[in-house]
Nanobody, 120 residues
């Protein structure tokens, strides 16, 4: 299971850190990722990280503003979001895929989502 948290309301230019805690498996064997879905739009890839944090990959829309990281001792993946824009408003989902270096589309597990709203 994946439990996401940390969403909220923030003004444009502000920061938030999302967390996603995993339970019930061997977290360090999973590639992890964050996706988001804005109202009325399809879900889109945001960022992904490999099993030990040595490899990350970002969507162009968030590159340089967002940072994905993980702490395998805490079974948790994070998304640090800086310089937030109103267009970043969405429900953010964490996801995991066994053995993956990158998770950009399909995943084995999905979290329940946490809402991020960026006011202009």
């Amino acid at each position: 299971q994946l439990q996401a948290s940390g969403g909220g309301l923030v003004p444009a230019g502000g920061s938030l850190r999302l967390s996603c805690e995993a339970s019930g498996g061997t977290f360090s064997t999973y590639g992890m990722a964050w996706f988001r879905q804005a109202s009325g739009k399809e879900r889109e890839f945001v960022a992904t990280i490999n099993w030990n944090g040595g490899s990350t990959y970002y969507a162009d829309s968030v590159k340089g503003r967002f940072t994905i990281s993980r702490d395998n001792a805490k079974n948790t993946v994070y998304l640090q979001m800086n310089s937030l824009k109103p267009e970043d408003s969405a429900v953010y989902y964490c996801a995991g895929k066994y053995g993956a270096v990158r998770v950009t589309q399909r995943a084995d597990y999905w979290g329940q989502g946490t809402l991020v709203t960026v006011s202009s």
